[in-house]
């Protein structure tokens, strides 16, 4: 169990695999890797210029010019696209890759390593351009960025357990692939990405908190923009809670795995 989330000993394979798929990604374009920088980075202007030009937008609870709305928004759909990205690839990773399920050798559990490698790549980068876009932009850089790392190591148990509980299930509930593709799209609306969770009634804000992206969204925006430190006491349980996941999805994989050969 311990190799499931410490995967050392795998770490060439674990290399070359995630090389591969964000190689994968650009290839034969002529900007190849330099599109994942180009596209956080038009994006964010996009965001700024016209909630700042063109809708006059401010974000609620925050007295700062309107460049403030593009960045929170911006921060919400980086961890929203990272989410999107492993959890709508997780139910045909298995599926999609017969030939390592019939290798005894070929570890399984780390195809959902990969596939979170290779979307965080792209979170990584954006996250550094929201950061310079703050410096540019005249947004205070204050300490409580140092808990960031902690916070997106917290998110990533999060996605690697959702990750094999559907890489297990996607193996023999093939459609559940097009239920988590139907359901992304209305998650988005569902979390925090274009409001605060302060702008909700209060029963709502009881029932959005059970959403896994709205703690994180909410404490990544605190750390980072609003330079205060996240509710420790909502941080320490969501982390359990995503220790639990990654625990819970990591078992399930662990059993499921059994009967791969004979699904595929």
Known sequence: MLSYFWPVQHRHLLQQLTRREIQAKFRNSWLGLGWSVITPIAMLLVYVLVFQSVFKARWP?????????????FSGLILFTWFSDVITRSPRLVADNPNMVTKVVFPLHLLSWVTLLSASFQAMI????????????????????????????????????????????????????????????????????????????????????????????????????????PNLYYLAAYAVAALGLAVLGALAFKKLRKGFADVL
Request: charge should be negative; glycine fraction near 8%.
């Open 61 to 73: 609870g925050v007295e700062q010019s309107a460049s403030a709305f593009g960045l929170n928004l």
């Open 126 to 229: 954006s996250f550094t351009v929201l950061i310079v876009g703050m410096v540019i932009l005249g947004t205070p850089i204050t300490w409580s960025l140092l808990l960031l790392p902690v916070l997106l190591a917290v998110f990533i148990l999060v996605l690697l357990g959702f990750s094999w509980l559907l890489a297990g299930l996607g193996v023999y509930l093939p459609d559940s692939q097009h239920l988590i593709a139907m359901l992304i799209t209305p998650l988005l609306f569902l979390s925090p990405v274009f409001y605060p969770v302060s702008m909700l009634p209060e029963w709502l804000q009881g029932v959005i908190i059970f959403n896994p992206l709205t703690l994180m969204i909410e404490a990544v925006r605190a750390v980072l923009l609003g330079g205060d430190w």
